[in-house]
């Protein structure tokens, strides 16, 4: 949860100015901008599933890449790590019982 846990963190304060510098406007950004401004901050890709829930559209990743609880454990993730400390997070883990809120690996990166 750590690892997954920072990674959230760097995708809100890091991740966020810089699609906004580079695309202009707002979410919803391309699963391709998102990838390319990750690599370019050199983030931990491992779980840029929660950027694509973050900051791209929902329902395009909806049946394509996730399923719809898919998505919502994962934005259920993200508001855990944005609002609660760390026993918040582990209790989020303990509950959902595969530890990373939605049991993706998207590779790459290490932590």
Same mark, same amino acid.
């Given at each position: 949860?750590? %690892? #997954?846990? &920072? &990674?959230? #963190?760097?995708? $809100?304060?890091?991740?966020?100015?810089? !699609? /906004?510098? $580079?695309?202009?406007?707002?979410?919803?950004?391309?699963?391709?901008? *998102?990838? $390319?401004?990750?690599?370019? !901050? #050199? /983030?931990?890709? $491992?779980? &840029?599933?929660?950027?694509?829930?973050?900051?791209?559209? @929902?329902q395009l990743l909806q049946g394509k890449e996730f399923s719809e609880k898919q998505i @919502?454990?994962?934005?259920?993730?993200?508001?855990? *790590?944005?609002?609660?400390?760390?026993?918040?997070?582990?209790?989020?883990?303990? *509950?959902? %019982?595969? +530890?990373?809120?939605? +049991?993706?690996?998207? +590779?790459?990166?290490?932590?």
């Amino acid at each position: 949860m750590f %690892g #997954k846990k &920072a &990674a959230i #963190k760097q995708y $809100r304060k890091h991740l966020q100015n810089a !699609l /906004l510098q $580079r695309y202009g406007g707002g979410a919803p950004y391309s699963v391709a901008q *998102v990838d $390319r401004t990750i690599e370019d !901050l #050199k /983030l931990n890709r $491992r779980y &840029a599933h929660y950027a694509y829930v973050m900051y791209c559209d @929902n329902q395009l990743l909806q049946g394509k890449e996730f399923s719809e609880k898919q998505i @919502n454990d994962m934005q259920d993730t993200i508001t855990t *790590v944005a609002s609660g400390g760390i026993l918040t997070a582990i209790g989020l883990s303990l *509950v959902s %019982g595969d +530890g990373d809120g939605g +049991g993706f690996d998207a +590779g790459g990166g290490g932590e």
